[in-house]
């Protein structure tokens, strides 16, 4: 087999504004190929990450590369198989959409320009407006097209799809699956969890500053845990069970979800020896796997 191909790569990546520490040692590999998703609560570091790979900002130590160049020597070169969306977009205002994109291809003198009216097209643009009449989310849209224009290797995405509505999130899903295909490397930033297990073949999460966790999508799709969501007649009927396979219950008056990892079977076997009103067996949602990274870790309750 081929040996895998970094197309980016962190090493210690770590960044201090002042005194605060926004990176804290972070070491991340995104292989050539995969759609890459990187989240994390507020104020986690996503912005500062991603400016660091660009090279609009400098780590405090550590090092990062892109299609194995340093970020900090080689920006120029790396802009050029980069294509680039800021979590927020600013144009000049009075120009029209057509002279944006333009002036945005005019640096990439080989691009095919053919993809401009494409995008234009499949965005649902008016190439005639001027960026002051613009919505925000057609402002988003002009810069989602700015970042494909030169058909780069890399795409490199803070919040994507913030402002855009359900439809054109599907185009924009659609357009990352194209590229995908055609072996190009996304890496973007978001807060929606659901886009990860869409969109997403493997995802990293960043806590204040520092990688919490990097799985693939499939494996965590494949994690044996499921819910037993079950209904007593009564709160003061909820009997105490305890199992080491019970990883996590959850209590919502009369209603007990508990988290079993592994086989139900003997976990069930103990639940229904008491009354009870209703069983159901539920597969967490990624989401709910992922608020696990998410959140800071409280002690639990009674289980
Ligand atoms: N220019 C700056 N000067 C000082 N502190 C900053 C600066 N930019 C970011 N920070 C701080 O660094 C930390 C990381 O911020 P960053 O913008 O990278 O987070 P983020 O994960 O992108 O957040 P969000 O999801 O809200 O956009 C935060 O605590 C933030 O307040």
């Given at each position: 087999?081929?040996?895998k191909e970094n197309v980016?790569?962190?090493?210690?990546?770590t960044?201090?504004y002042?005194?605060?520490?926004?990176l804290?040692?972070?070491?991340?590999e995104v292989?050539?190929?995969t759609v890459?998703?990187?989240i994390?609560?507020?104020?986690a570091g996503?912005?500062t990450?991603?400016?660091?790979?660009?090279?609009l900002?400098?780590?405090t130590s550590?090092s990062?590369?892109i299609?194995?160049?340093?970020v900090?020597?080689k920006?120029?070169?790396i802009?050029?198989?980069?294509?680039?969306?800021?979590?927020?977009?600013?144009y000049y205002?009075?120009?029209?959409?057509?002279?944006v994109?333009n002036?945005?291809?005019?640096?990439?003198?080989?691009?095919d320009?053919?993809?401009l009216?494409y995008y234009?097209?499949?965005?649902?643009?008016?190439p005639?407006?001027r960026?002051?009449n613009l919505?925000?989310g057609?402002?988003k849209?002009v810069?989602?097209?700015q970042?494909?224009?030169?058909?780069p290797?890399l795409l490199?995405?803070?919040?994507?799809?913030?402002?855009?509505?359900?439809?054109?999130?599907?185009?924009?899903f659609?357009v990352?699956?194209?590229e995908?295909?055609?072996?190009?490397?996304?890496?973007?930033?978001?807060h929606i969890?659901?886009?990860?297990?869409?969109?997403?073949?493997?995802?990293?999460?960043?806590?204040?500053?520092q990688i919490?966790?990097?799985?693939d999508?499939?494996?965590?799709?494949?994690?044996?845990?499921?819910?037993?969501?079950?209904e007593?007649?009564?709160q003061?009927?909820?009997?105490?069970?305890?199992?080491?396979q019970?990883?996590?219950?959850?209590?919502?008056?009369?209603?007990?979800?508990?988290?079993v990892q592994g086989?139900?079977?003997?976990v069930?076997?103990?639940?229904?020896?008491d009354?009870?009103?209703?069983?159901?067996?539920?597969?967490?949602s990624?989401?709910?796997?992922?608020?696990?990274y998410?959140?800071?870790k409280e002690?639990?309750?009674g289980?």
């Amino acid at each position: 087999m081929v040996g895998k191909e970094n197309v980016i790569c962190m090493n210690d990546l770590t960044k201090y504004y002042g005194q605060h520490q926004a990176l804290d040692r972070l070491n991340l590999e995104v292989e050539k190929g995969t759609v890459y998703g990187f989240i994390g609560p507020n104020g986690a570091g996503k912005s500062t990450t991603i400016r660091i790979l660009l090279g609009l900002l400098k780590p405090t130590s550590g090092s990062a590369f892109i299609l194995g160049k340093d970020v900090i020597k080689k920006g120029a070169v790396i802009r050029r198989h980069v294509g680039y969306l800021p979590s927020e977009v600013h144009y000049y205002e009075r120009m029209k959409v057509r002279d944006v994109l333009n002036y945005a291809l005019s640096f990439y003198p080989d691009a095919d320009r053919s993809r401009l009216e494409y995008y234009l097209d499949l965005f649902e643009v008016d190439p005639k407006k001027r960026v002051k009449n613009l919505s925000l989310g057609n402002k988003k849209k002009v810069a989602i097209i700015q970042s494909l224009l030169h058909d780069p290797d890399l795409l490199i995405l803070d919040e994507p799809t913030s402002g855009l509505d359900p439809l054109m999130q599907g185009v924009f899903f659609n357009v990352l699956k194209e590229e995908k295909e055609k072996g190009k490397t996304i890496f973007f930033s978001t807060h929606i969890l659901s886009e990860v297990e869409k969109i997403c073949d493997r995802f990293a999460i960043i806590r204040q500053g520092q990688i919490v966790a990097t799985k693939d999508v499939e494996s965590i799709r494949k994690q044996v845990m499921r819910i037993l969501k079950v209904e007593y007649p009564a709160q003061d009927r909820i009997p105490h069970i305890e199992h080491e396979q019970i990883v996590k219950r959850e209590v919502h008056d009369h209603i007990v979800r508990y988290y079993v990892q592994g086989k139900i079977n003997e976990v069930l076997r103990q639940i229904v020896h008491d009354e009870l009103n209703d069983i159901r067996v539920e597969e967490p949602s990624i989401e709910e796997i992922f608020m696990d990274y998410y959140q800071p870790k409280e002690p639990e309750g009674g289980k």
